[in-house]
């Protein structure tokens, strides 16, 4: 199918981008990587008279350190250049690790962090990835800019607080510890995930190795990324004896789920493959606080 008539506008500054967005009616689309929008238009599901062409805009590729050890990260950054930036596989390599998984190679070199953002999808990695690593994401309109933390931005089944007239402009990645974990489950690779969690887990410094933090959020599993906050309270409060405190982990963070039940798969399948997935990213997680690779 091809898409309803629209008008395509390339500002090629910020202003111009801000302008266009305020000056029309809602009816009105960015268009980033397009990996998500065109087969949108395409199948006449959204049909907006004017489309606005980020690609046009500069300075909104950017991968910089922060000062406090962390990430500056354009809206417009590829997946791809985010998987094979050394200043990510360095201070966010969960992130990186989240970039990989996303569709296949040709989807990765258009498509855009803040697109995977504003599109927000429920069974993307890259919302899951930011949100457990609680970046904060900045947000720009007419009427001026504001900062979001990434908890706070997924509202709903591809619905978060973004404004008709907003641009998401840069996401803020703080610095990252070394107990990570990635882990999912599709059905052929470059598919989305059936279901996915990520985890970020701190251990304390001396002989107890007690679990001090932990951040756990799941993907394909409920409306939005959901964060397993009874399973993270199970794993700080109870220490990391993997045959105990884990297996409990893993019970509370499916209860904490509402997947979809789907012609993919069904919500209970779904429910087990977050337990199972919450072991393995933990697994992973503590393997890598021992300084080991993970299998
Ligand atoms: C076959 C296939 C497989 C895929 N597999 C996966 C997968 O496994 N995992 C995954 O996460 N994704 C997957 N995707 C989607 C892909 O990651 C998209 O790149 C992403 O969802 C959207 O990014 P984009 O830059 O292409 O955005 P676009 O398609 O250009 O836009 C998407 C939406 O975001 C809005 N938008 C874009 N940028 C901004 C901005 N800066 N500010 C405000 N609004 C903005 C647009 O208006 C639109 O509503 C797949 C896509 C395809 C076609």
């Not at 498509?111 to 599109?119: D, E, F, I, V, Y």
């Not at 990645?173 to 974990?181: A, E, L, M, N, T």
């Not at 963070?253 to 069904?266: L, M, R, W």
Request: with cysteine; proline share 6%.
């Amino acid at each position: 199918m091809k898409p309803a008539p629209f008008r395509y506008a390339r500002p090629q500054n910020l202003a111009d981008a801000v302008e266009l967005l305020a000056s029309a009616d809602h009816d009105v689309k960015i268009l980033a990587g397009g990996q998500s929008l065109v087969p949108m238009l395409n199948l006449r599901l959204v049909r907006p008279a004017v489309l606005i062409d980020l690609n046009g805009v500069p300075g909104l590729d950017h991968i910089t350190l922060s000062a406090d050890g962390g990430l500056s990260i354009g809206a417009l950054v590829r997946h791809a250049a985010l998987a094979d930036s050394a200043a990510v596989i360095e201070r966010a390599p969960l992130l990186a690790e989240a970039a990989r998984h996303v569709g296949h190679a040709a989807i990765r070199h258009r498509g855009t962090l803040g697109g995977s953002l504003a599109h927000a999808d429920p069974a993307a990695e890259l919302p899951a990835a930011l949100v457990a690593l609680g970046a904060e994401l900045r947000l720009h309109g007419a009427r001026g800019s504001r900062t979001i933390q990434a908890s706070e931005f997924f509202l709903g089944l591809m619905t978060t607080a973004l404004a008709p007239d907003e641009i998401l402009l840069e996401i803020r990645v703080p610095p990252q510890g070394p107990g990570w974990g990635f882990a999912e489950v599709v059905r052929r690779a470059g598919d989305f995930a059936l279901a996915g969690v990520v985890a970020l887990v701190g251990r304390a410094a001396g002989p107890s190795g007690r679990c001090e933090s932990a951040w756990l959020v799941g993907f394909g599993v409920g409306d939005r990324p959901v964060r397993f906050a009874a399973a993270e309270e199970i794993l700080t409060s109870q220490g990391l004896d993997p045959s105990a405190a884990l297996a409990r982990a893993a019970a509370a963070a499916a209860e904490a789920c509402d997947p979809p039940d789907d012609v993919h798969a069904s919500a209970e399948y779904r429910r087990h493959l977050a337990a199972v997935l919450t072991e393995d990213a933990v697994s992973q997680a503590l393997t890598r606080l021992d300084g080991a690779r993970p299998a």
